[in-house]
C-alpha cells in the first residue's frame, strides 16, 4: 500500500463470473475511512485500437453490431492482445484480422484507461499508414463487421458534430488530429 490518503487496500480478489472476453471479479476493500466492503469491476486484457489510414489519407473504418446498445458501430478496427503479444503485432493483427488491411508503418498514439470506474481495462492507440488491402477479414466467431474507407476530414466532422458514438474512435481521430496535423 503507497501513502496516499485516498487508496483503498484489497484483502481478497476472486472471480465471481467468466465469459468470453472477460471476468467480473470481486474485490474485498477497506477503504481509507476503515470501511470493509466489496467491489466489483470488469476484468479484462489489455485492448489495442488502430487509427488506420490509407496512402492517401482516408480512414478504414468498420461498422459492427454492438449487441449492448443494440446498433450497428461505426468505429475503428480493435480488439484485445492475446497473452504476452506485443502491442504491436497484436495492432497489426487486429487490422488485418477485422479488416483484411495491412499497415506500412505503425505507430503509438496513446494508452488510456476508458472506463477505470467500473474496469481496469487498459486502451493502447495506434495509427497505421499507408493502409492498403491484402487479404480477406478473419473475423472472430463473435463478429460481425463491414469493412469502409471514408474521408478523413469527414469522419472528424462525425467526431465534431457529435455523430460518431464510438468513444475509442473519437479519442483516436481527436489525438491524432491535436498531435499530428
Same mark, same amino acid.
Given at each position: 500500500?503507497?501513502?496516499? !490518503? =485516498?487508496? /483503498?487496500?484489497?484483502?481478497?480478489? @476472486? #472471480?465471481?463470473?467468466? *465469459?468470453?472476453?472477460?471476468? %467480473?471479479?470481486?474485490?474485498? $476493500?477497506?477503504?481509507?475511512?476503515?470501511?470493509?466492503?466489496?467491489?466489483?469491476?470488469?476484468? @479484462?486484457?489489455?485492448?489495442?485500437? %488502430?487509427?488506420?489510414?490509407?496512402?492517401?489519407?482516408?480512414?478504414? $473504418? %468498420?461498422?459492427? /453490431? +454492438?449487441?449492448?446498445?443494440? &446498433?450497428?458501430?461505426?468505429?475503428?478496427?480493435?480488439? !484485445?492482445?492475446?497473452? @504476452?503479444?506485443?502491442?504491436?503485432?497484436?495492432?497489426?493483427?487486429?487490422?488485418?484480422?477485422?479488416?483484411?488491411?495491412?499497415?506500412?508503418?505503425?505507430?503509438? =498514439? =496513446?494508452?488510456?484507461?476508458? !472506463?477505470?470506474? %467500473?474496469?481496469? &481495462?487498459?486502451?493502447?492507440?495506434? $495509427?497505421?499508414?499507408? *493502409?492498403?488491402?491484402?487479404?480477406?477479414?478473419?473475423?472472430?466467431?463473435? @463478429? &460481425? #463487421? +463491414?469493412?469502409?474507407?471514408?474521408?478523413?476530414?469527414?469522419?472528424?466532422? &462525425?467526431?465534431?458534430?457529435?455523430? =460518431?458514438?464510438?468513444? +475509442?474512435?473519437?479519442?483516436? $481521430?481527436?489525438?491524432?488530429?491535436?498531435?499530428? +496535423?
Amino acid at each position: 500500500m503507497t501513502n496516499d !490518503s =485516498l487508496e /483503498w487496500e484489497t484483502k481478497a480478489t @476472486e #472471480i465471481d463470473y467468466r *465469459c468470453p472476453g472477460f471476468d %467480473i471479479r470481486r474485490d474485498a $476493500v477497506e477503504l481509507p475511512d476503515g470501511t470493509v466492503t466489496d467491489y466489483h469491476y470488469v476484468d @479484462e486484457s489489455p485492448a489495442v485500437v %488502430i487509427l488506420p489510414l490509407t496512402p492517401d489519407g482516408d480512414v478504414v $473504418v %468498420i461498422e459492427e /453490431w +454492438r449487441q449492448a446498445v443494440d &446498433s450497428v458501430n461505426r468505429g475503428l478496427p480493435a480488439g !484485445s492482445v492475446e497473452g @504476452e503479444e506485443d502491442l504491436f503485432d497484436a495492432a497489426r493483427r487486429e487490422l488485418r484480422e477485422e479488416t483484411g488491411y495491412e499497415a506500412g508503418s505503425l505507430e503509438h =498514439l =496513446l494508452t488510456t484507461e476508458p !472506463s477505470n470506474g %467500473i474496469a481496469n &481495462s487498459v486502451h493502447h492507440h495506434f $495509427v497505421a499508414h499507408d *493502409c492498403e488491402p491484402t487479404a480477406e477479414q478473419e473475423l472472430d466467431d463473435n @463478429e &460481425s #463487421i +463491414r469493412v469502409d474507407v471514408t474521408d478523413y476530414d469527414e469522419y472528424l466532422a &462525425s467526431v465534431v458534430d457529435d455523430e =460518431l458514438d464510438d468513444g +475509442r474512435a473519437a479519442l483516436a $481521430v481527436t489525438h491524432y488530429e491535436l498531435t499530428h +496535423r
